[in-house]
């Protein structure tokens, strides 16, 4: 029995169970490009919660077809590659939840005082900001804050022009590719540099004037 007629077996066997081709593969890559431009992107990003519950409920059925199969030797190979599948796909899930935790964790106080940031958090993700920033704080202030004195204690003071609250730094460069026609993007709003944006152009160029295009999908950072 050769590859086409295991897979054929194995497909005719589960039905529609199995996921679809072209459906999975499209969502593998829209999570593909949301790891990359969250791990690319100096600020935190939408989270993709519609396409997250997509491919978790996807991969649940997947594996639940797997675990179900009759044993065969004839079917053995072509269960292992669609177990490495689901292997793979939440490999991505595990990492761009990590990445956006890592970000949290960074940032957690600064994205807790902004409500179009805290917007962009699921809602276990807001919870371990607030979690997460409430364990810092009590540490810092037993191990550190009380001691000083008083005038000194506060860690979000914003007066004299000092701001203790650590900010992402959105100019910093990143390269991007653009997905679709662009046309006129301005660099750079003090010196008036532009450039005219194509698909398939590559451009390393400062996050804060390409944000927008990243947020809207007409461009992905590599």
């Known amino acids: 029995m050769d590859e086409a007629e295991i897979e054929r077996q194995f497909q005719e066997e589960h039905g529609d169970a199995i996921l679809e081709q072209d459906s999975k593969n499209e969502d593998i890559l829209l999570l593909q490009r949301a790891c990359m431009n969250e791990k690319g992107a100096p600020e935190i990003l939408q989270y993709e919660e519609n396409l997250v519950y997509s491919l978790k409920e996807l991969i649940e059925h997947q594996q639940d077809n797997i675990d179900n199969v009759q044993p065969s030797l004839d079917l053995a190979f072509a269960n292992v590659i669609y177990q490495m599948e689901v292997d793979r796909i939440n490999f991505l899930l595990v990492d761009y939840h ?26 276990k993700e807001e919870e371990f900001a607030k979690k997460y920033l409430d364990i810092v704080v009590t540490h810092q202030k037993e191990v550190v804050v009380d001691k000083l004195p008083r005038i000194f204690r506060k860690l979000a003071d914003k007066s004299d022009g000092l701001n203790m609250v650590r900010t992402p730094c959105l100019d910093e460069y990143v390269y991007f590719r653009v997905d679709d026609e662009v046309g006129k993007v301005v660099f750079n709003e003090e010196t008036g540099e532009e450039d005219t944006l194509t698909e398939g152009d590559i451009i390393a160029a400062r996050y804060n004037p390409i944000a927008g295009l990243v947020k809207i999908g007409k461009a992905f950072i590599i």
């Open 98 to 123: 990590r990445t956006r935790l890592l970000k949290i964790q960074k940032h957690a106080l600064y994205m807790l005082q902004n409500e179009e940031l805290l917007a962009r958090l699921s809602k």
